[in-house]
Each structure stands twice: as structure tokens, then as C-alpha cells.
């Protein structure tokens, strides 16, 4: 009775050591990636507020409310940067923590969707930055009282960005999320397919409450993820499991 208890407090003890040993990897990671990048917290800001301030009128430029804020933004932006960057090795670090409990096909179909999360998070970020932003200041900025000068305060516009860039980043995690449910048994890709109208209406009523209140941004979340969730049917007939994928083609041939 004793040997198998040691046995086990020296299992749980080693897998906690392991835990350290990888989050300290992450962290150090993380670090290293912001001690490069400190020198250029000015640039990283500027190319972040770029989307806007090209198209301020001449002369306006943006504030600080109060006088820390001018040093902790880009701070904040640069830490938030050095996570983004590094977000392959934090990845890299969990999975090496728990790979060695995952069976073959579980390895099999963990690392692609690691991998494909990564890049539709990347995606959505670069979607948000080169076709969203530009569009919603340029529609906000054309429709606003002529009497209104925007001077936006480094903060409040960081904020709003990073929601932008979460929202968008978030969103085009959809495929992923349906083969996950799809590998779990919760649903089938012919019950996706059924389900597509209904997703529609869902994708439009989430695009409405996490964009800002305007009409660009709620459409340009809501058309590419109406994209992503056909991709995400297509991906998931692809890992379903045998049974299920033809049950979906006997379903789909049916109706």
C-alpha cells in the first residue's frame, strides 16, 4: 500500500516541477521578446494609431489625459505585443506539458489545431488592423458634427484598438471551435450544416455586441465569420469519424 501512495506523490510532485519548469520557459520567453522591444515602444505605438491618425485633419493629434499616461501605453502596448510574438512559444511550452499524456491520434490532431489557431488568431488581428480600423474611422470621421474635433486620449484609443484586435482574433477561432466540438462528440458536421441559418442570426447578434456601435465593424465581423463557419463544416467533415461523416452524407443525399 505504501510503494503505490510514494509512487503517486512522486508522480503528482514531478508533473509540478515540470509545470514550473514550463511556465518559467514561458515567462522568460515572454520577457526576453519585451526587453527587444522596449527601445522601440515610440514606433510601436505610432504604427499601432496609424489607422487614425492619417486621418485626422491637419494639426490634431492625439493626448494624454493625464501625465503618466504618454509613458504607460506604449509600456502596455509593448507588453502586449511581446505576448502576440511570442504566443507560438507559450503554445509551444503547454503543449510540451501535455503531450506526453495524449494518445497518438490525440497528438495527431492536437498539433494542427494548435497551429491553426495561432494563424486564424494572427489572421483576425491582421484583418482588424488593415481593413477594419481604416474603415471605421473613416466612416465615424465622416459622419461626425463638423463642430467636433476629435483629439483621442493614447489610452482610451489603446483600449478600443485591443478590442478590435481580441473581437477579430477571437472570431476567427470559429472553425477550430466546430471541429473541437465535432471531435467531442457534441455535434456532427450534417447538424452544422442544418443548424447554418441559425448560426447566421447568432454570428450577426454577437458582431452587434462585442464591435463598437456602428455598422462597419458589425459587418465586417459578421461576413467573415459567416465564411469561417463554412470553412469550419468542411474541416470538420474532414476529422469526423467515419460513422458520423457518413451519416451526415446519407443526412445531406436525404434532404
Known amino acids: 500500500m505504501t510503494a503505490p501512495d510514494d509512487g503517486g506523490e512522486g508522480s503528482l510532485f514531478d508533473h509540478l516541477v515540470e509545470l514550473r ?8 520567453g515572454v520577457l526576453l521578446v519585451l526587453v527587444a522591444l522596449l527601445p522601440f515602444t515610440s514606433q510601436l505605438y505610432t504604427w499601432v494609431a496609424l489607422p487614425l491618425v492619417s486621418r485626422l485633419p491637419a494639426g490634431q493629434q492625439m493626448i494624454a489625459m493625464n501625465p503618466a499616461g504618454a509613458f504607460f501605453a506604449p509600456i502596455k502596448l509593448a507588453f502586449l505585443v511581446a505576448v502576440f510574438i511570442a504566443a507560438p512559444w ?9 503531450a506526453p499524456g495524449l494518445y497518438k491520434r490525440e497528438k495527431r490532431l492536437a498539433l494542427p489545431l494548435l497551429t491553426s489557431a495561432v494563424a486564424l488568431f494572427y489572421a483576425g488581428c491582421a ?3 488593415f ?39 477571437i472570431s476567427f477561432e470559429l472553425p477550430v471551435a466546430l471541429v473541437i466540438l465535432v471531435l467531442l462528440g457534441w455535434v456532427t458536421p450534417a447538424q452544422l450544416k442544418e443548424w447554418r441559418g441559425y448560426a447566421i442570426v447568432g454570428i450577426f447578434v454577437v458582431a452587434a455586441v462585442i464591435t463598437p456601435p456602428d455598422v462597419v465593424s458589425q459587418l465586417l465581423l459578421a461576413i467573415p465569420m459567416i465564411g469561417l463557419y463554412e470553412a469550419g463544416i468542411i474541416a470538420a467533415r ?16 436525404g434532404g
Open 127 to 129: 484583418f482588424a488592423y
Open 21 to 28: 519548469a514550463r511556465m518559467l520557459r514561458a515567462i522568460a
Open 90 to 98: 507559450l503554445l509551444y511550452q503547454a503543449w510540451a506539458f501535455i
Open 238 to 253: 474532414a476529422v469526423a469519424p467515419k460513422t458520423d461523416a457518413a451519416a451526415g452524407d446519407s443526412a445531406g443525399s
Open 131 to 169: 481593413l477594419v480600423l481604416p474603415m471605421v474611422f473613416n466612416f465615424l470621421l465622416h459622419f461626425k458634427p463638423d463642430i467636433v474635433a476629435i483629439t483621442p486620449d493614447i489610452n482610451a484609443y489603446l483600449e478600443f484598438v485591443l478590442v478590435i484586435f481580441l473581437a477579430f482574433g
